[in-house]
């Protein structure tokens, strides 16, 4: 059994992302809500057993380094599934009359506050933290049918590139760690099938908004198969 009693680092911070450039690591997977307590028990994608007891008020963050050998050149870290997150895109009310798209905002905003669900609005888009089953999600969304309004489920992790650092706190309750601007130079993780560290995403699943030049799409701008449309 392997106890762990303190956050050595995270990923995100460039001298742990040099260091663990290239080094073996284990990962323990923990959802959102286990990250939030400070003592529990967990078996890493390895196969090891580990004890986490950390002093109270403190919180493990996607990315965090928890065990560090510097000999073997291995580490354990913190991999946190971050819940998916509604978008509620707006961009197709610029199509309506002013006092219509101004109803259907009211409308939207009213419908989410009876439901109290938690949301963000960040440029022509609403971000909302699933909180209950997406299915009951989809049939309030469906059931009010709001003109010039459709909306699409992404994975947290997508999300959290393009959002300021209290933002994203708003929605993954700081969760998600470290967040920085999405540019190449500054993002790190962990790839899930081998376990490595890399300074730069292993794959290019969002990008840049707007980014056309780099044939990618973010995941709050694209269109996809998810989408909900009127």
Not at 183 to 190: D, F, I, L, N, P
Request: proline share 5%.
């Amino acid at each position: 059994m392997i106890l762990i009693k303190t956050v050595l680092g995270n990923i995100g911070d460039p001298e742990w992302a040099g260091r663990l450039s290239g080094a073996d690591i284990d990962l323990i997977e923990i959802d959102q809500w286990e990250a939030q307590k400070t003592r529990f028990r967990k078996t890493t994608t390895k196969g090891a057993e580990v004890a986490i007891s950390i002093d109270r008020g403190t919180h493990i963050h996607d990315g965090d380094v928890l065990l560090w050998n510097a000999q073997a050149l291995s580490a354990l870290v913190a991999r946190i599934e971050l819940r998916d997150v509604m978008i509620v895109h707006l961009d197709g009310l610029t199509s309506l009359a002013p006092e219509m798209a101004m109803r259907t905002c009211v409308e939207l905003g009213h419908a989410m506050g009876n439901q109290h669900w938690p949301a963000l609005v960040k440029d022509n888009r609403v971000y909302v933290p699933l909180t209950v089953d997406r299915k009951v999600m989809t049939s309030v969304m469906n059931t009010h049918r709001f003109d010039g309004i459709r909306y699409e489920f992404v994975a947290g992790r997508e999300v959290v590139p393009y959002l300021a650092p209290h933002e994203s706190r708003r929605l993954f309750g700081g969760a998600e760690g470290p967040v920085h601007s999405h540019t190449h130079e500054s993002y790190a993780g962990v790839e899930a099938e081998t376990g490595r560290a890399y300074g730069h995403p292993p794959t290019h699943a969002h990008s840049h908004p707007g980014a056309a030049a780099h044939g990618q799409t973010s995941p709050a701008t694209a269109g996809s198969a998810r989408d909900h449309r009127e």
